[in-house]
């Protein structure tokens, strides 16, 4: 339900393409991860895996399964609410665990935010915590990178902001890209995962903002 939601509510606000580098297959059983950069992106995200035909399960802020109908539609449909700094963050990770080995794919923003600026510009991924490592080395999933481009451009700033761009890209539908990378090597110790993958994601995001002509900030 929510893969068909995003999938019909993003091409009201902008503009979607979708490309893979190739013979990219996204297998049963591995982990998405994706670049964060706006409140629109994992709608973005969904809707572009969806048209690959994949409907992944989503590890998010927990903050999101208290707002209403949103929350619920989470909670229904079995995705993972991460709450951060909090040893419960452990029980996410369970949770990921077995829905990879169910065969679902799971989306993790291994930022672990958003980023804090106000401008609409693109930038490269920040620093990945450790839990996209540690659930690859536990499980032995591959992981896909992914980036995207152009979310910004439907929210970001302060709550004012997001609100006007998102009630005006309707009529600005701006340009929006998603690109899916190669698996990644899960190979070596923890921090030389972790390095590997934000070099993948970065990548893949480079790709994306190309295509769109994103000015990086």
Request: charged share 20%; no cysteine; net charge positive.
């Amino acid at each position: 339900m929510l893969s068909r939601i995003a999938d019909l509510l993003v091409p009201a606000v902008g503009r979607l393409a979708v490309t893979t580098d190739p013979h990219v297959d996204l297998e049963p059983g591995s982990i998405v991860a994706a670049n964060h950069t706006s409140l629109a992106d994992p709608a973005i995200v969904v809707a572009a895996l969806r048209r690959l035909g994949v409907e992944p399960v989503i590890m998010a802020a927990a903050g999101l399964w208290r707002v209403p109908l949103l929350g619920r539609l989470l909670a229904h449909e079995g995705h993972i609410p991460v709450v951060r700094g909090d040893r419960r963050a452990a029980d996410a990770l369970d949770r990921a665990a077995d829905a990879l080995g169910q065969g679902r794919l799971v989306l993790i923003y291994a930022e672990g935010g958003l980023p804090r600026r106000q401008d609409a510009a693109e930038a490269a991924p920040r620093n990945f915590r450790s839990g996209l490592a540690r659930l690859a080395e536990r499980t032995g999933a591959p992981i896909v990178p992914v980036g995207q481009a152009g979310a910004r451009r439907i929210t970001s700033g302060n709550t004012l902001k997001q609100v006007a761009g998102l009630a005006t890209a309707p009529l600005r539908r701006p340009a929006l890209h998603v690109h899916v990378g190669a698996p990644v090597s899960t190979s070596g110790v923890r921090t030389v995962r972790t390095a590997r993958a934000r070099a993948a994601v970065t990548m893949a995001w480079r790709t994306a903002a190309a295509h769109v002509g994103e000015p990086v900030a």
